[in-house]
Structure formats: structure tokens, C-alpha cells
């Protein structure tokens, strides 16, 4: 079951701060995030697992609510290099290995 | 360490002709992925494989499509008789560990068939 991400897209200026949200009608095991710039390969940010944590590194951070089924992506004090698209991926189950499914992405564009 | 390496970036075919699409996993990853991107789209699983072994095509179509990764040398996937529903980004990821791992990934083979 794909997730569901909100909003679609959003425009921030530099400095702004943004969340990005993650949504999924099933129980997850685990919540990987990763943002992707235009014609490029898609990068890691962090993987957040069944348990509620919340992870963070420099600006970035996220937080995985269990029972709502939900993770969040934090964006603090954004940058031009924090725009891209950015996707959120659920397992439902840890099967032995990853079989992640995505979710159709978040467009963010930073703005000077 | 060189990244995941793909090759090649660009394929165009023509219908009915055949794409092999390769992925060079990081140094030390066994485990191999391959997604689809189709424009405006997420990234769709289509299989995983370690080495010599697929574990898991459920993402994959049953007919025209396979894929390999053999002891020696980079994984394949390969479309048969392509149609023009099969032109999307195809992306490969490798890691070192099966589960709870970064996936590192490919810059992806765009294929457009014509």
C-alpha cells in the first residue's frame, strides 16, 4: 500500500521551515526517507523503525508516530540545497530485507 | 569506493527490440534492488537479488522482464520486446546489510522506447 505524502509540493524561502508528512492506512515497521534532485539519484536522509523515535541531523530531522501510522520530516532554517523532491518509504513488515514502498514524493523549492 | 554505477544513463529502442540495463553495486553490497520511476511518480519495487539469487519479483512484470546478478560481474535487468509503456527511469540500489540500511543508489538508466 503506497503511502500518502502532504503536502505536494511547497515553496519556502531561505530560512523558512517546513514539515513534510507521511501517511499510511496499515501498521509500519519502518520509515526510510530520502530526498532526490531533478535527474539525479535519490539520497538517504534516515530510516526511523517501529518503536516511535525520531532522528535528526543538522536541520534535518524526523519523528514516527506508530500508533498514528505516521512519520514526519522536519526542515529547520532551510537552505537552497535542501530543495529536491522528497519521498517517504513504509514497510509493513521486516521480511529479512527491504522491500520498501514509496510514496509519490513532496516537491520542495527553496527560494532566496 | 565508487558509488552504484549504471549503465547506460540514456537507452532509446525501439518497440519489440530488447533492453539490458546494468547496475554495479558498491564495493562489499551484496544486496541489489531495482525500482521504477515513471514521471511524477514514486519509486516502484521490482525485485531484490543477492548475489546469484533473486529473493523477491514480486515488483516485477511476468513476462518480458528478468533480472541477475550473477558471482561475477554487475547485475542486469532486462526487458524483452520492449512497448512503449515500459519507457520510466530505472534506478538500482545496492547496501551492505539485508534490512534497516541505507540503500545506496544508481543515477538510474533512463529508457525511452520509441
Not at chain 1, 496499515?26 to 516511535?52: N, T
Not at chain 2, 539490458?20 to 511518480?41: A, D, F, I, N, T
Not at chain 2, 519507457?87 to 534497516?100: D, E, L
Request: hydrophobic share 35%.
Amino acid at each position: 500500500q503506497q503511502p500518502v505524502q502532504s503536502p505536494q509540493a511547497v515553496i519556502l524561502r531561505e530560512g523558512e521551515d517546513a514539515v513534510i508528512n507521511c501517511s499510511s492506512s496499515k501498521a509500519l515497521y519502518s520509515v526510510h526517507w530520502y530526498r532526490q534532485k531533478h535527474g539525479e539519484a535519490p539520497v538517504f536522509l534516515m530510516i526511523l523503525l517501529k518503536g516511535g523515535e525520531q532522528k535528526g541531523h543538522d536541520k534535518i530531522s524526523a519523528s514516527f508516530n506508530e500508533k498514528k501510522q505516521q512519520s514526519s520530516l522536519y526542515l529547520t532554517a532551510s537552505q537552497l540545497s535542501y530543495s529536491g523532491t522528497y519521498f517517504c518509504g513504509t514497510e509493513l513488515a521486516s521480511g529479512g530485507y527491504q522491500k520498501v514502498t514509496f510514496g509519490i514524493g513532496t516537491k520542495l523549492q527553496v527560494i532566496p | 569506493n565508487a558509488g552504484v554505477m549504471q549503465n547506460p544513463r540514456h537507452l532509446v529502442r525501439r518497440r519489440g527490440q530488447e533492453a539490458r540495463l546494468r547496475c554495479s553495486p558498491m564495493k562489499g553490497h551484496s544486496h541489489v534492488y531495482w525500482y521504477r520511476q515513471l514521471p511524477e511518480e514514486g519509486l516502484k519495487f521490482m525485485v531484490y537479488l543477492q548475489k546469484e539469487n533473486i529473493i523477491d519479483e514480486s515488483g516485477m512484470p511476468k513476462e518480458r522482464f528478468s533480472a541477475e546478478f550473477p558471482k561475477e560481474g554487475p547485475s542486469i535487468l532486462r526487458i524483452q520486446q520492449v512497448v512503449r509503456g515500459d519507457s520510466a527511469a530505472y534506478f538500482c540500489a545496492s547496501s551492505p546489510n539485508p534490512a534497516n540500511t541505507e540503500a545506496f543508489f544508481g543515477q538510474g538508466t533512463r529508457l525511452t522506447v520509441v
